[in-house]
Each structure stands twice: as C-alpha cells, then as structure tokens.
C-alpha cells in the first residue's frame, strides 16, 4: 500500500514569492492534515481538509490556504512568503473522520520549503 | 486549552540498556494519546497510540506506552535500544470530537550509542 505522498521534495523561494506543495492520501483516505514544522518551534497544525470541505484551521494568517480535491488530494499555498516560513511542510492523511476522532493520522516525507 | 509536554529534549543511551522517554500532557477535555517517530530527512511514523481500554498499550519496534490518568502522563518504554532506534520521538494529543488536530510536544531526541 502506498503511503502518503508529498511533491515537491524541496522547494528554494524568494520573499514575497506564492508556493504551491501537493499531497496525495493513503488510498481510501478521505481526511488531509498539513502540518508545519520549523526550527524553534516545534509541530503546529495548519489545516484539517475532509471531504472537500475545510474543517479546522490552526493559528497561521490567511495567506496559508489550501483546498481539496475530487480525489481526496490536496494543495497547500503559502502566499507573500516570509523568511520564518522557512520549514518542512509535513501533510497527513486518515480515514474519514468519526465522531471521536480515532482515526490515526499517516504521513507523508514533507516538502522542504527554503526562504531566500 | 491542551498543552503537550515532553521533559527530555535529549536522552542518550547505550545500546541495549533499557530506555523511557517521558510525556505529560494537560486537557480539560478526553483526548487521545499518540507517539510518533521521525528518523532523519523522514516524515513521522506511528509508534503507537492509545484510544482506550487497557493503559498499557504495545508498538512497533519492541516499544510500549502506559497511560495513567490520574498523573496525565504518557511515558514510552523501550527494555532494550538498537542503534537504529536513534532518531526523535514525538508524543501527541487529539481533543475527542474537538477538530481532529494533533497537538504535539517538543519532541525528544534519543540517541543510542555503541
């Protein structure tokens, strides 16, 4: 079974520039999880994605958005960027979401992204 | 408001002596509990994790966690460590039904030495 997959593996940008990094879920996942992580401040969740919709967002400015797409893949753009958003960008994936939450989350390799 | 937290930010340890690495965390709500491995240039692997029913609970790679409520804490147990097993370890928390996002700790680096 394929697990989760995440493109590019490294992206180099300059301030100001829009990145776009992609993942798709385990297949029969229908929930997709971003999540950054930098230097400093450890794991923070960014963005929770089921079904097409988006379900719960964390603490980042609205130049961090995303979406989801038929297939149950995702994008993550990172709009206006700033040097602290130099990080490794890691996506998740689960079964779809239940009432109590168990579903464990899977992921991916991460995409580095390097602010210049 | 629920905070995760991990005292060790570093352990070394000689291979095969036995290893615990430590986690507490603060909910006013149920949550369920996680650790997560993540070797170099890697993602985060499943350790384990625990929903409910018995407090202790058994991972991958000869590793075990007990959940004990009454302390909020969730300590990772290893009888005996590899070199491979060198890598970070994170312990997490999902609030039930309150938006399936993992909160993590600041993770704790274990080193294994020959």
């Known amino acids: 079974e394929a697990g989760v997959t995440q493109s590019p593996t490294h992206l180099i940008k300059t301030r100001g520039q829009q990145a776009t990094l992609r993942c798709s879920p385990i297949?029969?996942?229908?929930?997709v999880y971003w999540y950054q992580q930098a230097l400093g401040l450890g794991l923070q969740f960014l963005l929770w994605y089921d079904e097409g919709e988006e379900r719960n967002r964390g603490n980042f400015p609205p130049r961090f958005s995303g979406r989801q797409f038929p297939n149950y893949s995702s994008e993550l753009n990172v709009n206006a960027l700033e040097l602290e958003d130099s990080a490794l960008y890691l996506c998740a994936s689960s079964l779809a979401e239940t009432v109590y939450s168990n579903q464990p989350q899977h992921f991916g390799d991460g995409t580095r992204l390097s602010i210049l | 408001a629920q905070s995760v937290t991990q005292l060790d930010s570093q352990v070394p340890v000689f291979e095969e002596a036995p290893v615990e690495l430590r986690c507490n965390y603060s909910?006013?709500?149920?949550?369920?509990l996680f650790w997560y491995v993540q070797y170099p240039n890697q993602g985060l692997q499943l350790l384990l994790k625990y929903l409910s029913g018995s407090t202790l609970v058994k991972g991958i790679n000869g590793f075990e966690a007990e959940f004990n409520k009454s302390q909020t804490s969730f300590h990772v147990r290893k009888p005996s460590v590899h070199i491979s097993d060198t890598a970070e370890y994170f312990c997490a928390v999902i609030r039930i039904n309150a938006g399936n996002m993992l909160t993590f700790g600041g993770g704790t680096r274990l080193m294994v030495k020959p």
């Open positions: 909910s006013s709500v149920s949550v369920y």
């Open positions: 297949s029969g996942h229908t929930s």
